[in-house]
């Protein structure tokens, strides 16, 4: 065995040396390749990390471009539909410190609201061509249409309404839905919204100008036919005289100074003075001091009652708004975008200041008027705040069809110059 052993050892030596490697050259590879592969691991845990690391700032720029990207995308939605988050915050704002916009109340809103409507009037005035009046008193379609919804369509809606919920909301309130549906639109209200939504302005003042006018006779009159409050029957001229006052102070002065200053210096109407937004930010304020003041009007009627009336009076001027705009659609009538986003706001405002008047004095002899005051008070900020928020809609597809009416313009005037030169 040991001579086997000695033969084994000598025949390793021998190809030891016939590789030209002996047994210390040996461990010394394999420890310089333990130490490449301890190294090699290194450099894959450091890559590890690495990748890792990039994972994670891909991860953070993902997330910061994505809270950017979400902020700028809410910042443009409040830019866009700030009259929205305005009327909002005025409601809320009524809704805690009514006394803040109340008439006696610091804001002095008997004032503001005055000067408010007489600055959107003057900008109406300044902006609006003089020639677009002029045409639009020949619209009398357009017109016959308006005074033909607040006079016969309005009031047909509001008696069969009265008559089908009378038994549910008791006589007095049913004669209020009445009366309300038979009073003239806003004096300035429908106007400003108009204009914000770029509607037919000059048929918007002449209709406010013409039911404002008639509707001191015409309101009484229909309010006794539908609700046979024959012992009313008063035809007192003080209302009437108070109207002409205001539509001429609020309506008609301002405009022709608006027209004059125009016509004498063209120059002012160019300069880049926001109307369409200060006209908002008015309908805003006027918006928190109507709310202020039906917060703190006692209504003689309970809680739930008044819950109920806000919801149907709420489903009524939706209702109203939807079915003018789809009538004002049938074809044959030819009406364009401006005039019905006019004949919407003309014919489903109702004025609260000629109402109360009118109320007033045609009801003076029912100890229930206190009632039938009430879905008058209530729609007003309704109507406003409904109105309101249509209007960046309007204002879309008011804009979007009168690029389509340039373009086949545009394009009609390409067809004829063709035809002149073809003719040539």
Not at 76 to 84: A, E, L, R
Not at 153 to 168: E, H, N, Q, V
């Amino acid at each position: 065995s040991k001579a086997i052993q000695i033969k084994i050892n000598q025949s390793e030596n021998q190809n030891l040396n016939k590789y030209g490697t002996n047994q210390n050259d040996l461990e010394t590879i394999i420890i310089v390749n333990n130490n490449n592969n301890h190294h090699h691991h290194q450099l894959k845990e450091e890559e590890d990390k690495n990748k890792e690391e990039e994972d994670k700032g891909h991860k953070i720029n993902y997330c910061k471009s994505c809270c950017k990207t979400w902020f700028f995308n809410l910042f443009d939605f409040i830019k866009t539909n700030w009259v929205m988050f305005g009327l909002i915050g005025a409601f809320i704002l009524a809704f805690y410190y009514p006394e803040l916009g109340a008439k006696t109340g610091p804001l002095k809103p008997k004032i503001v609201n005055k000067f408010v409507i007489a600055f959107a009037l003057f900008g109406i005035g300044i902006t609006l061509a003089t020639n677009q009046l002029s045409n639009s008193a020949k619209h009398w379609q357009l017109h016959s249409f308006i005074q033909f919804g607040i006079w016969v369509i309005w009031p047909f809606i509001g008696f069969s309404l009265a008559t089908l919920l009378k038994l549910y909301i008791g006589e007095s309130l049913a004669t209020g839905i009445i009366a309300m549906s038979c009073m003239p639109t806003t004096i300035a209200s429908n106007v400003m919204l108009t204009r914000a939504a770029h509607g037919n302005e000059a048929a918007s003042i002449f209709n406010c100008i013409f039911s404002s006018i008639f509707g001191v006779i015409i309101s009484p009159i229909l309010m006794l036919i539908l609700t046979n409050h024959s012992e009313g029957l008063t035809f007192n001229l003080e209302p009437l005289f108070e109207i002409f006052e205001t539509l001429g102070l609020l309506v008609v002065l301002p405009l022709i100074v608006g027209q004059i200053i125009r016509y004498f210096l063209p120059f002012f109407s160019k300069l880049p003075i926001p109307w369409s937004n200060l006209t908002f930010l008015g309908l805003i304020f006027i918006v928190f001091t109507v709310f202020c003041d039906t917060i703190l009007a006692k209504i003689p009627i309970s809680i739930l009652a008044i819950g109920a009336i806000i919801f149907l009076l709420l489903i009524l001027c939706i209702f109203l708004k939807l079915f003018f705009w789809y009538f004002s659609a049938i074809p044959f009538l030819k009406f364009l975008i401006v005039d019905r986003i006019t004949i919407i706001y003309s014919c489903t405002q109702k004025t609260l200041a000629i109402g109360i008047t009118s109320i007033t004095v045609t009801f003076a002899n029912d100890p229930s008027i206190g009632v039938i005051m009430v879905p008058l008070l209530i729609y007003h900020p309704i109507q406003l705040f409904i109105g309101s928020l249509m209007v960046p809609t309007f204002r879309n597809i008011a804009i979007s069809q009168q690029q389509q009416l340039e373009q086949q313009q545009q394009q009609q005037q390409l067809e004829q110059q063709q035809q002149q030169q073809q003719l040539e």
